[in-house]
Structures are given as structure tokens and as C-alpha cells.
């Protein structure tokens, strides 16, 4: 944070000065505040660019940024001052302003920092920033001396020429420090690129100045200054970028327009004071004419990138070709498509495997070729060092006076026609050498170039790689297809095994269910199904109400096979037995019941029968996975309300209850019913179906049936035994029953019930 840094407040404090004494000599000009503000922005502003970045690594040197915190302070008092009344103490802070920003960037500029790489150096002479210092300390003497004794002994005009002289002078220094730094240090990475933008901004800077002078904008007295100021900010700007990259391109936009619009504008000036009653149609014109010389600057700036921008084309295209599918074929792409842009000519790249030792080029008719080659591993050592894992011969031919172990590598790139070696890396592991052709170029690589080289060795490493797994993979090609083929053959039977298995399961759940699905054709039996079959789907626990002489099982399948554990194990447990009764029956995990139904369908019958202390444990410790259908006498709330469930047992249930229909209230299905019953006692007893009179029909309709289905299957074994015919008869059914049915008058018509009834 800025406001944590001691010289933030000092470089504040001069700030406010200013701004302090612009409101005690005018309160009540907004320009007073103004300037105020601004100061106090551009300062906190500058302050917070010039920090170093809490995440990643900072390659500028320290001392840089404390040179643009200089900068950014005397920025911000110039502004202040600049819109505060041109008195003499006033001129006299711009003037202090100007010299600690203009006396700062010679500082930055010979602290440039190289992004790594063992050519890593660093200027630090400071004869720039002295120089830059003496012609300060004359302007800002000049100007201090008429601040303290007025016009008697220097005029305003002599303080102009000396602070125009010095900023002049400063702009100048500033070029010079930027084109020495470009030349001396071009072999370092990203240092070429912000020495060259520091160089053309402080151009174009001063160009911008001198035109606005022309155009009479302001006087040149006070234009050069605030030129001077931009090219200070331009070159610790470009100084303490970590995006050398980002300022080669921005710098070569800004040159293109320059280039474009810079002829256009003078043009314009003369034409527009030649003819000042049409600057309306001048000024329109020349808009239109650099909207279409802007839509050629990108253009040109490309042509304007080293090497003719060819290199930078050539690494995108080969780097879209690596991103093939099949890995080989990404290679030969590659290859190729760097072969294409630079031509046969100029060499051709290489690409080596360390782990097959071997080297793969590209023909001229596109085909692959491998022969046996190894890589220094000193070379590659070096190349891991680098920030980038790129090499550039013209680096290490500049290195070899200095450093002679790399002359045996430097042969060994030039016997290869190589001007560049990247690193191929697989989880930080290196895999492979990418080697780039010279193509008959003597200067080193940019930024931007070797960012582009890095990001085809990353694309190109990550086919090498997955080739080199493919060789190693078809290694094993035939005992994993063994495995393969064994693991299916057993898959196939536990499939099998596995579908009888649900089979059988499914098979008894199917024809318990069937004792409730029979002969159910009227509505209160279809109500009650489509009411199981819908709580079964839903998989959650359900309660089957048991009906005296029901059948509340054939419900409970019902319940399951609407499930989604159909095929799964539907395990019935009768809470009569003493042994369900038990509590380690359900704790123990070796014994327990709901581990043995995990998965499936829990059926309780008579769960009421069991203890408290074992209905809690079953509420307490059901999984998700089982599902819970118990089989009781009454609603579970009202049994729970009687005492006889308890709360967590009862709480599986709310409101899911399945209440199979009384068999009086099936008078639709009592005919099937009967039927099927008889013809399967017929076919038990006497080896053929039995059928039923309509009398005899009529006669258990009229039933009241107290017993449900246990009654009737009572009443028609009776009756079959009776039977002397194919066909059961009123007579047999009354036999059956023990009593003889009459006919009564009633308001509805006859009705037939027991003859004692009468009585």
C-alpha cells in the first residue's frame, strides 16, 4: 500500500505545498482544488503502478521502481504548479518538479531489468541521471533565484530559456541513455525491446511537442516542458514494463501511425493556414483521411517486427499445426509448416527425443525422417536455466568471449544451422530439444519471438510426449488385450450371474404380487394398486394395512416391484418370531437383518409385534438404499399415538399407507375371483376346472364376506369338496357356507341372507 511508504508522504507533502499555497494566494479558483486533486491522483496513481506485484516474480530492479516513484512525485507536483498563476515561487515548483522527474528516468533507464537468462546484466551507471542533474540544478537555480529576489536580478524570459534548454537537454540525455542500452544490452531478454519503446516515445514525445508549437497550441515554453515530462513517464513506463512483448507491439503501432499521420497533420497545418475560412472541410477531410491510413497501420506495424514480422508467422502457423489430433502427424505438420513459411532453403527444423535418442526432420516432399542423435546434456542444462528454456545462438556467440565453456555448444548449434534451441519439458521433466533453423540471420531473438518459439515447444512437447506414451503403450498392446479379453469373459458372467439372480428375486416378488393383482378389475381394487404401485415408485418407506383374512403380502410385493430395487432382494421378517424380537438380530453387523436387505425391500409383518427399542433402531439406522414396507393392523399414526410404534419408526411411514380393499367392497371382482379359485381347486382335487352356477354366483355376492379372502378360499374348498358335478351348485355353496340362503323383500329387491336371520 502506498500510504504505508515514507516517501509517499514526502513526495505528498510537496504536493500539498503547492496546492496550499495555490488556495492561500486564490481560495476561490476552482483551479486551486483542481490541481490539488489531481496532484494528490496522478501521485497515488503512480505510486501503486511503480509497486512491485504481491503474486509472481518481479524481474525490475528496485532501484527502477524507486526511480519512477520519482518521476510519478514530480509528475504530480508539475500539474499541481501548472494550474496555479504563473508567479515566480509557483514557475520555481514546476521547475523542481520537472528535475525530479526528468533527473529519475535516466535512472530507470540504466536499470533495466533482463526478464533471467545467463546474459543477465546489469547497467548501473548513473552518468546519465548526472548529467540530466547539472542541467536541472541551472534551471532550478535560475528559477529559485527569482522566486526569492523577483525580476531585479533574473526576468521571467531568462527562467524560460533555462528551464526549455534544460528540458530540451533532458529529452536528449534521455535518447542517448535509450539507444545506448538498445545497443549494449540487445542480447538480454525483453531489454532490446523496452530500451527501443523508451527511445520512440521520448521521439514522438518531443515530435508532438514542437508540432503543437507550431500549431500555435501554446507557447514552446510551455510545451517542451510537458514534453519532456511525457518522455520521462514514457521511459520508466517502458523501464518497469514486465510485457516486453506488449510494449514491441504497442511500439510498433504507435510508429505506424506515426508514420501515417504525421505527414497528414502537417499537410493539414499549412493547407488550414493558408485557408483558415476552410478548416471546417480540412478538418474533415483529414479525419476521413486517417480513419482509412489507420485501418493500414496494423499492417505496417507487422512489417515492422523483426525479421519483417516472418519469424513471429511462421512459429503461430507451425504452432497451429502441432495441435493435430494424432501426435505423429502434429510433428510432420509442424515440421512442415515451418519448412513452408521460411523456405528449403534456409534449413530445416529439428526435433530431438531424449528418450529414443533419435532425431526427426521433414523432407522436402513432407516425410518424416529419424536417425540416431544426442543432445549435449550441458546444453540442455543451460536451456533448463533459462526463463523461457530458449537458447539463441547469437546470445551465446556473444557470451563465448566472457564465457568459454559455451563455445563447444555454440559449434554445436551452428554445425546444425540451428539459431535457436528450445526445451521440450512433460511435468517439468525435459523430453526433447526443438531446434530452429538460422535462416541466415545474425541478430538475436526478441521477446515476442522467443515466447512464440516457447509456446510451439510446448505444443510440440506435448505431442512428443503422448508419442513416446503411444510407443511405450503398444509395449503392452497385447497383454492388456488378454486382460481385456479375460476381464470381459468374467464380466460376462457376473452380468449373467447377475441377471438370474435378479430374476429369481424378482420372480418370487412377482408371484406374491399376483395374489393381489388377480381377478382386480373394480374400482376400489385399482384404486389401490395404482396407490401402491405409486408409493413404490416414489422408493421411499410404506405402510400396508393388514385387513383381517387379507392378503397384505401380495400388497407389500406390489409395493416393491413398483420400486427401483424391483430386481433386488425383497427379505420378509415376521415380528412374531422371538428371534426378530432380538436387538443384536438388527445391531450386529453380521446378523443384521437391515444389512442383509440393504439394497432391497425390508417386508415387516406384524411390525407392531416388535420391541420399542428394535423399531427405533430400524427408524434410526435404515440407509438411503433400503426401503422399509411394514405390514400392520392400523394407520401408523394412530398406532403410534396408542403407544404401540415407536416415534422414529413411525416417522418412516407420515403419510404413505397402502389400505387394501375389503373383498365386500369388491362385488365386481368376487365373480373372478371365485372362478379362479375353483379352477384351480378343481384341477388339484379332481384333475379338471370347476365351474360355478349363476345361482350360486348370485348367492356370494350377496355375502357379506367378514373373512376377506381367507373366508372365501375356505368357503369354496368346502363347496368344491361338495361338488359332484363339473359345476358347483347353490346347494354346495350353501352346504358350504352351513347355512341356507332366502330371499327377503327389501326397497332395493330381493336379497338373500341366512335363513336364522329371519328370526
Known amino acids: 500500500m502506498p500510504v504505508r511508504e515514507r516517501s509517499f508522504w514526502g513526495a505528498m507533502a510537496l504536493v500539498l505545498y503547492v496546492g496550499a499555497a495555490h488556495l492561500q494566494s486564490a481560495p476561490d479558483a476552482p483551479e486551486a482544488w483542481a490541481g490539488l486533486l489531481l496532484g494528490a491522483l496522478v501521485l497515488g496513481l503512480g505510486w501503486r503502478l511503480a509497486s512491485a506485484p504481491a503474486l509472481g516474480a518481479d524481474w525490475i530492479d528496485a532501484t527502477a521502481r524507486r526511480a519512477a516513484k520519482g518521476v510519478a512525485a514530480g509528475a504530480a507536483a508539475v500539474l499541481t504548479a501548472e494550474l496555479a498563476p504563473a508567479r515566480p515561487a509557483f514557475v520555481a515548483a514546476r521547475a523542481v518538479g520537472l528535475a525530479l522527474a526528468a533527473t529519475s528516468a535516466p535512472i530507470a533507464l540504466s536499470r533495466i531489468g533482463a526478464l533471467g537468462g545467463t546474459s543477465r546484466t546489469l547497467d548501473a551507471s548513473n552518468d546519465a ?20 529576489s523577483g525580476d531585479v536580478v533574473v526576468d521571467a524570459l531568462t527562467v524560460d530559456y533555462a528551464v526549455l534548454a534544460a528540458s530540451l537537454g533532458s529529452v536528449g540525455i534521455g535518447m542517448v541513455a535509450s539507444f545506448r542500452s538498445f545497443r549494449a544490452r540487445r542480447y538480454e531478454l525483453g531489454v532490446a525491446e523496452r530500451a527501443a519503446g523508451a527511445l520512440w516515445l521520448s521521439v514522438v514525445c518531443l515530435a508532438l511537442g514542437a508540432l503543437a508549437s507550431l500549431m500555435e497550441v501554446a507557447s ?37 501511425v506515426t508514420m501515417l499521420a504525421t505527414p497528414l497533420m502537417s499537410i493539414a497545418v499549412v493547407i488550414a493556414y493558408k485557408a483558415p475560412t476552410h478548416a471546417g472541410a480540412i478538418l474533415f477531410i483529414v479525419t476521413a483521411l486517417a480513419v482509412a491510413l489507420g485501418m493500414f497501420a496494423p499492417r505496417i506495424a507487422e512489417r515492422m517486427a523483426p525479421a519483417r514480422g516472418r519469424t513471429v508467422r511462421a512459429l503461430e502457423q507451425a504452432t497451429r499445426a502441432a495441435k493435430a489430433p494424432d501426435p505423429r502427424q502434429a510433428v510432420i505438420l509442424a515440421l512442415s509448416a515451418i519448412r513452408d513459411a521460411l523456405g528449403s532453403g534456409e534449413g530445416s527444423a529439428a526435433l530431438y527425443r531424449f528418450a529414443t535418442n533419435d532425431r526427426l526432420v521433414v523432407d522436402r516432399a513432407g516425410y518424416l525422417h529419424g536417425e ?50 528450445a526445451l521440450l519439458v512433460d511435468d517439468d521433466v525435459p523430453i526433447g530439444l526443438f531446434l530452429w533453423p538460422s535462416a541466415g540471420r545474425s541478430e538475436p531473438l526478441s521477446y515476442e519471438e522467443v515466447r512464440a518459439l516457447r509456446c510451439l515447444a510446448d505444443h510440440l512437447a506435448v505431442a512428443a510426449g503422448a508419442e513416446a506414451r503411444l510407443d511405450r503403450s503398444r509395449e503392452h498392446a497385447v497383454e492388456t488385450e488378454r486382460d481385456k479379453l479375460a476381464l470381459s469373459v468374467e464380466i460376462d458372467a457376473l452380468r449373467e450371474r447377475l441377471t438370474r439372480e435378479e430374476a429369481r428375486q424378482r420372480a418370487a416378488a412377482v408371484y406374491l404380487a399376483e395374489r393381489a393383482r388377480r381377478a382386480s378389475y373394480g374400482p376400489a381394487a385399482r384404486m389401490a394398486l395404482t396407490t401402491a404401485e405409486h408409493l413404490g415408485a416414489r422408493g421411499e418407506p410404506v405402510a400396508v394395512l393388514q385387513r383381517p383374512g387379507g392378503d397384505a403380502l401380495g400388497w407389500a410385493a406390489v409395493v416393491h416391484l413398483a420400486s427401483p430395487r424391483q430386481g433386488q432382494l425383497m427379505l420378509i421378517v415376521d415380528a412374531m418370531r422371538r428371534e426378530e424380537q432380538l436387538l443384536e438380530t438388527w445391531l450386529e453387523p453380521r446378523r443384521s437383518l437391515l444389512e442383509l436387505a440393504r439394497g432391497g425391500s425390508l417386508v415387516v409383518l406384524d411390525a407392531q409385534a416388535l420391541p420399542l427399542e428394535v423399531q427405533r433402531a430400524i427408524g434410526t439406522g435404515r440407509r438411503e438404499d433400503t426401503a422399509v414396507i411394514a405390514v400392520l393392523p392400523e394407520a ?43 379352477a384351480r381347486l378343481g384341477v388339484q382335487l379332481r384333475g379338471e376346472a370347476l365351474g360355478l352356477a349363476l345361482d350360486a354366483q348370485r348367492a356370494l355376492s350377496e355375502y357379506g364376506w367378514p373373512g376377506n379372502e381367507a373366508e372365501l378360499h375356505a368357503v369354496l374348498v368346502r363347496a368344491a369338496r361338495a361338488a359332484t358335478g363339473p359345476v358347483v351348485t347353490l346347494a354346495d355353496v350353501e352346504e358350504a357356507l352351513g347355512r341356507r340362503l332366502v330371499e327377503v323383500p327389501s326397497d332395493s329387491g330381493p336379497v338373500r341372507v341366512p335363513s336364522g336371520a329371519m328370526r
Open 129 to 148: 541521471a548526472w548529467a540530466t542533474s547539472l542541467l536541472w540544478m541551472a534551471a532550478v537555480g535560475v528559477a529559485a533565484l527569482r522566486a526569492l
Open 220 to 256: 514552446p515554453e510551455r510545451l517542451v516542458p510537458l514534453a519532456s515530462l511525457a518522455s520521462a513517464i514514457a521511459f520508466v513506463a517502458c523501464s518497469n514494463s514486465q510485457r516486453p512483448a506488449l510494449v514491441a507491439r504497442v511500439l510498433r503501432l504507435l510508429a505506424a
Open 372 to 421: 540416431h542423435a544426442e543432445v549435449p546434456l550441458a546444453l540442455v542444462e543451460l536451456a533448463s536455466l533459462e526463463p523461457e528454456r530458449v537458447v539463441s545462438t547469437e546470445v551465446l556467440r556473444a557470451l563465448q568471449v566472457r564465457r568459454g565453456e559455451v563455445r563447444p555448444w555454440l559449434a554445436w548449434l551452428d554445425g546444425r544451422s540451428a539459431g535457436a534451441a
Open 636 to 678: 401408523p399414526q394412530a398406532m403410534l399415538a396408542a403407544g404401540m410404534l415407536d416415534q422414529h419408526f413411525a416417522a418412516l411411514f407420515s403419510d404413505r399407507l397402502v389400505v387394501p380393499p375389503l373383498l365386500a367392497e369388491r362385488g365386481e371382482d368376487l365373480r373372478p375371483l371365485s372362478l379362479h379359485e375353483l
